[in-house]
């Protein structure tokens, strides 16, 4: 059993930073570990994704301002972010599978979608201002 746990969220100004973490528990292999965000009315989009081997693909909004990373037990995921604009206002869910991430098959920037990730979080609100 995968459970995964988001906190973090909160209100910011514009420009401010924000770190959210994800807390992972139950059996890991080979995994993708991810952060998807989704605003009221849109769809749900990745934001970024870091493989086992720590290798780590971002979409293209958020590139050079947001930072993925995962502890070396793998239990923890974080994602650091910096300088949000009022596009970063979303539900923040933390994802993961149990295979390889979809960027490694199909390409950096290739995030993939709900449908590819078995495990999900329940979210956590990040409001920018």
């Known amino acids: 059993h995968v459970q995964l746990v988001e906190s973090g969220g909160g209100s910011v100004q514009a420009g401010g930073s924000l770190k959210l973490s994800c807390a992972a528990s139950?059996?890991?292999?080979?995994?993708?570990m991810a952060w998807f965000r989704q605003a009221p009315g849109k769809e749900r989009e990745g934001v970024a994704a870091?493989?086992?081997?720590?290798?780590?693909s971002y979409a293209d909004s958020v590139k050079g301002r947001f930072a993925i990373s995962q502890d070396s037990a793998k239990d923890r995921l974080t994602l650091q972010m910096f300088n949000l604009t009022l596009e970063d206002t979303a539900m923040y869910y933390c994802?993961?599978?149990?295979?390889?991430?979809?960027?490694?098959?199909?390409?950096?920037?290739?995030?993939?979608?709900?449908?590819?990730?078995?495990?999900w979080g329940q979210g956590t609100q990040v409001t920018v201002s």
């Open positions: 994802a993961a599978v149990m295979i390889r991430c979809p960027f490694t098959v199909y390409g950096l920037g290739r995030l993939g979608y709900e449908t590819d990730f078995a495990h």
């Open positions: 139950g059996y890991f292999s080979k995994r993708c």
């Open positions: 870091i493989e086992k081997d720590s290798s780590t």
